[in-house]
């Protein structure tokens, strides 16, 4: 069964901090795909980066940054400089990449990042 | 492109009524799913349709059933509608086969059950 974690529930940080939310999966699959998602305050789930897992390549985008480190089973994504429009639920999902079954996503908890000004 | 919508964006039911939710998506994926989503317990699949003409049971398929209209609509129906499925629910799509997995979202019903 695959299961993913996100142990910190809430995080509250202060502008132009720098942030890391955590990730760590649980699978048996020798390949499958990573993912996180942001949810605004207006609801929507919006895709914000795939990773699969024979890349362990670290990825930045603007100042979104994510470690995937297959070694411990964690995909951490770093917000560097936090602005408020960053305010939002995170979710890390993790998917098996098998055609015949659907493939489908299993979410963590989620992330309640407040960035305040 | 729309992308994925769904209707209605909210809605209030009594114990015991029953009703549709429908989503349609214009980007000719093949794969479509519902997921629920409940404070502090992230999403769950309820129930999903690899490709058109199958639908298959999530996590949580237990009080709810699904139609593949065609290709692009995926409806989820409650029957006896109970307090319990108060939630938000989300329909989302994607590329089956090949493709690169990430599933694409509607904006979600939020759902009352009184």
């Known amino acids: 069964a695959q299961k993913v974690t996100q142990a910190q529930t809430e995080i509250s940080v202060v502008e132009k901090e720098d942030v890391t939310l955590d990730c760590v999966y649980e699978?048996?699959?020798?390949?499958?795909?990573l993912f996180w998602y942001k949810q605004p305050p207006s609801g929507e789930l919006v895709f914000l980066i795939r990773?699969?897992?024979?890349?362990?390549q670290n990825e930045i985008s603007g100042r979104y940054s994510w470690n995937f480190q297959k070694s411990t089973s964690s995909f951490n994504f770093t917000i560097t400089a936090s602005q408020v429009v960053d305010s939002a639920v995170y979710f890390c999902a993790l998917s098996e990449a098998v055609e015949t079954s659907g493939s489908r996503l299993t979410f963590g908890e989620g992330t309640q990042l407040t960035v305040n000004p | 492109n729309a992308g994925v919508t769904q209707t209605p964006k909210f809605q209030v039911l009594k114990t015991g009524q029953s009703m549709t939710l429908q989503c349609a998506q214009d980007m000719n994926h093949n794969s479509m799913y519902w997921y629920r989503q409940d404070p502090g317990m992230g999403l769950r699949l309820i129930y999903y349709s690899a490709s058109e003409g199958t639908t298959d049971k999530g996590e949580v398929p237990n009080g709810y059933n699904v139609s593949r209209l065609n290709k692009r609509e995926f409806s989820l129906r409650l029957e006896s509608a109970a307090p319990s499925q108060t939630s938000v629910y989300f329909c989302?799509?994607?590329?089956?086969?090949?493709?690169?997995?990430?599933?694409?979202f509607g904006p979600g019903t939020r759902l009352t059950v009184t």
């Open positions: 699978t048996r699959d020798t390949t499958y795909y």
């Open positions: 989302a799509s994607r590329i089956y086969p090949a493709g690169t997995y990430e599933q694409y």
């Open positions: 990773r699969n897992s024979f890349d362990e």
